[in-house]
């Protein structure tokens, strides 16, 4: 017997946590009755199991990593009529969605599973699993600038815990700078609203490491599917630093 949450989120249907919100808004059925409480245990062998009216069945875990381009949506549609990252995926027959979110001006790389626990595990803010980013800026920041990065600086939700923040590249004549980030949690845009904090604003945003796993050799707008072994290194990441692994300098953007 497992937690109906669970087995809808392995089912590909969402992340668990929606999953959630699916069965209190009374949008699951069990052997055709309506499941409102979370914690109901099922039998998905032996249940049958329906969302909305749609009967679920388990599904081939599928784990991807997609470069996402700039304008495009991280969600499955979007009102405004806008791209969203569900359009690259219209010929996979599983179900996926992200892991996190890239706003929509941030490109890079994004990961999309339809397994419920494993984006759980990489996005509870108690694994901090760092993510990395280019971050080209307006103007060249000092160095006691980016110690405010180093050292956790004060957004209007509270100080950042400390990245790891260097210089990759410096344009005098447009005055501009590449600066390399790696963030620890993942609060809404976060990147972005650190620099605006040391009054550098970012012009270009891309992700390009996630854990251990790195963007490098995959063309914007492509995708593939992760190695058995990448998924692995990616769950033993978020597993380590649940546990207790402290960062010599400590999801999102």
């Known amino acids: 017997m497992e937690r109906l ?16 919100e699916l069965i209190t808004a009374g949008r699951v059925e069990v052997n055709d009755q309506v499941v409102t409480t979370l914690g109901v245990k099922v039998d998905p062998s032996q249940d049958f199991i329906k969302v909305d009216g749609r009967p679920i069945r388990r599904q081939a875990k599928v784990y991807v990593i997609f470069n996402k381009p700039k304008g495009v949506i991280t969600s499955a549609k979007d009102p405004e009529g806008r791209k969203t990252v569900t359009e690259f995926f219209k010929n996979m027959k599983e179900r996926i969605y992200p892991i996190g979110r890239l706003d929509y001006d941030t490109e ?28 080209t800026v307006k103007g060249i920041p000092h160095g006691t ?21 260097e210089y990759q590249d410096v344009d005098m004549d447009k005055k501009e700078a590449v600066i390399k980030i790696t963030i620890y949690e993942g609060r809404n845009r976060q990147v972005r609203r650190m620099f605006d904090a040391i009054h550098h604003p970012i012009i270009k945003l891309k992700r390009v490491q996630f854990g251990p796993l790195q963007l ?36 999102g953007e």
């Open 145 to 165: 600038q980016l110690d405010k990065l180093r050292n956790g600086i004060e957004l209007d939700d509270g100080m950042t815990s400390p990245a790891e923040v």
């Open 216 to 251: 490098s050799g995959l063309p914007r707008g492509k995708f593939r599917h992760l190695t058995p072994q990448e998924v692995e290194e990616l769950r033993n990441e978020a597993l380590s630093a649940g546990g207790g692994k402290t960062h010599k300098i400590q999801k």
């Open 5 to 20: 949450q669970k087995v809808l989120a392995e089912a590909g249907v969402a992340s668990r946590r929606k999953c959630e």
């Open 108 to 135: 890079g790389l994004l990961l999309l599973t339809n397994d419920g626990d494993f984006a759980h595990l990489l996005t509870h803010p108690k694994h901090h699993v760092p993510r990395t980013y280019l971050a």
